[in-house]
């Protein structure tokens, strides 16, 4: 008689027999996981451009460094430094110089405008704010470190992430430190978020935080270095990691929405416009991918790498791609070049990121790799095509 079959033991051996699984809480059904691809989505097919011209205002030459980061703009005035300690406010119309301040040390991040004040982070680790219109000093503050980006103003105080590493809370009125957050490794520029900020740290750590005292509202850890500074687009946050990865993480919680694969590098900051997300990468490219799943769309090339940030002003992004000695202006939304700009100046390439200046209209950009200059271009007219001659008429000679 054949003994019976234990129902433990089948278990067992079913157990034995299974493929090894790997046991994950609440799967993402909504991941998308992609890889670049050249779509035929017809976005970027050519399609009529709205020329523009981009025309030389002024250059300002007053510095004696090489710029330490993108110009910012106060009203009618522009305010730029250069590394030895130099903060200048500059006309925004002429290029002449309103005030000049000495700091008498290196800077190491560019200026910023909050609160009506101009914030210049030192490399000894301190914040000056100077008042826009004269540059006289209102106060400073020991943040620790050397920051690592410029303040930003969220709500009623100013956040800045430094180099020790930590993130910053200052009172804007006097600059007294009101509390700080050891951070898990080098930050990245924060992004302002619905209940405080993000902060992409090199280690692959993503942070939220929020409150004061500043404390963590919850971190995600992407396996990956970060490789930008991260961006908040309604209720996800957008960043980019050192596997050539563009990440969707859910403002809430950190769980990934979705996640795309690029052609290399991603550092600078994704543009969003309406449903449309805009990355500049390393690849010389940039792709146009869908807001809410991430999808491709689109790619359109450029002639060098596009490691800087971008700048939008109306329908036109700006960029300058690393060493190529130009700015481009790209209409949107089909990324169509619509001017450029030639710095003409052999051996030299612009050493910042454009940044917008409204009341020109255009955009300023730095460059001067032993001394700092400024240049400002002006969107204009595009040049009228030579008239077509008339017939039996005797061309000129």
């Known amino acids: 008689?054949?003994?019976?079959?234990?129902?433990?033991?089948?278990?067992?051996?079913?157990?034995?027999?299974?493929?090894?699984?790997?046991?994950?809480?609440?799967?993402?059904?909504?991941?998308?996981?992609?890889?670049?691809?050249?779509?035929?989505?017809?976005?970027?097919?050519?399609?009529?451009?709205?020329?523009?011209?981009?025309?030389?205002?002024?250059?300002?030459?007053?510095?004696?460094?090489?710029?330490?980061?993108?110009?910012?703009?106060?009203?009618?005035?522009?305010?730029?430094?250069?590394?030895?300690?130099?903060?200048?406010?500059?006309?925004?119309?002429?290029?002449?110089?309103?005030?000049?301040?000495?700091?008498?040390?290196?800077?190491?991040?560019?200026?910023?405008?909050?609160?009506?004040?101009?914030?210049?982070?030192?490399?000894?680790?301190?914040?000056?704010?100077?008042?826009?219109?004269?540059?006289?000093?209102?106060?400073?503050?020991?943040?620790?470190?050397?920051?690592?980006?410029?303040?930003?103003?969220?709500?009623?105080?100013?956040?800045?992430?430094?180099?020790?590493?930590?993130?910053?809370?200052?009172?804007?009125?006097?600059?007294?430190?009101?509390?700080?957050?050891?951070?898990?490794?080098?930050?990245?520029?924060?992004?302002?978020?619905?209940?405080?900020v993000v902060i992409g740290t090199a280690p692959g750590q993503v942070i939220a935080a929020g409150g004061e005292p500043l404390a963590i509202q919850w971190t995600r850890d992407l396996g990956h270095q970060v490789t930008g500074p991260a961006l908040v687009d309604r209720r996800h946050v957008l960043v980019a990691t050192d596997d050539r990865a563009l990440w969707s993480l859910r403002g809430g919680s950190g769980r990934t929405s979705w996640k795309q694969r690029v052609g290399s590098r991603v550092t600078a900051r994704p543009r969003v416009v309406g449903d449309l997300l805009y990355v500049a990468c390393w690849d010389n490219d940039f792709y146009v991918l869908g807001r809410k799943n991430g999808h491709i769309l689109g790619r359109s090339r450029l002639g060098h790498r596009l490691s800087g940030e971008t700048t939008l002003l109306g329908q036109l992004l700006f960029v300058a791609p690393a060493t190529e000695a130009s700015v481009v202006a790209l209409e949107l939304p089909y990324l169509g070049v619509a001017g450029r700009s030639e710095l003409g100046a052999p051996g030299e390439w612009f050493t910042t990121a454009p940044v917008a200046a409204a009341a020109l209209p255009g955009v300023t950009v730095g460059w001067g790799r032993t001394t700092g200059r400024l240049l400002a271009l002006k969107i204009g007219e595009p040049p009228a095509p030579p008239a077509a001659p008339v017939a039996g008429s005797t061309p000129p000679h």
Request: aromatic share 4%; no cysteine.
């Open 1 to 196: 008689m054949p003994r019976p079959v234990r129902p433990l033991a089948v278990l067992f051996l079913l157990a034995l027999l299974a493929p090894t699984a790997t046991i994950q809480a609440r799967g993402q059904k909504t991941v998308f996981h992609g890889m670049p691809v050249e779509p035929d989505t017809g976005f970027l097919k050519p399609r009529d451009v709205t020329s523009i011209s981009l025309d030389p205002v002024w250059v300002y030459e007053g510095f004696a460094a090489p710029l330490a980061g993108e110009a910012a703009e106060a009203g009618m005035r522009v305010v730029a430094s250069d590394r030895s300690g130099r903060v200048v406010s500059i006309d925004i119309a002429g290029g002449s110089a309103v005030w000049t301040v000495e700091l008498g040390e290196a800077l190491p991040v560019g200026p910023a405008v909050a609160s009506g004040l101009i914030l210049q982070g030192t490399t000894s680790g301190l914040l000056v704010a100077l008042g826009t219109e004269d540059g006289r000093e209102r106060w400073r503050a020991t943040l620790g470190a050397a920051p690592a980006a410029l303040p930003i103003l969220e709500r009623s105080r100013l956040l800045v992430v430094t180099l020790a590493p930590e993130l910053v809370s200052l009172d804007p009125a006097d600059g007294r430190v009101l509390s700080r957050l050891p951070l898990p490794g080098a930050p990245f520029a924060p992004a302002i978020g619905p209940e405080g």
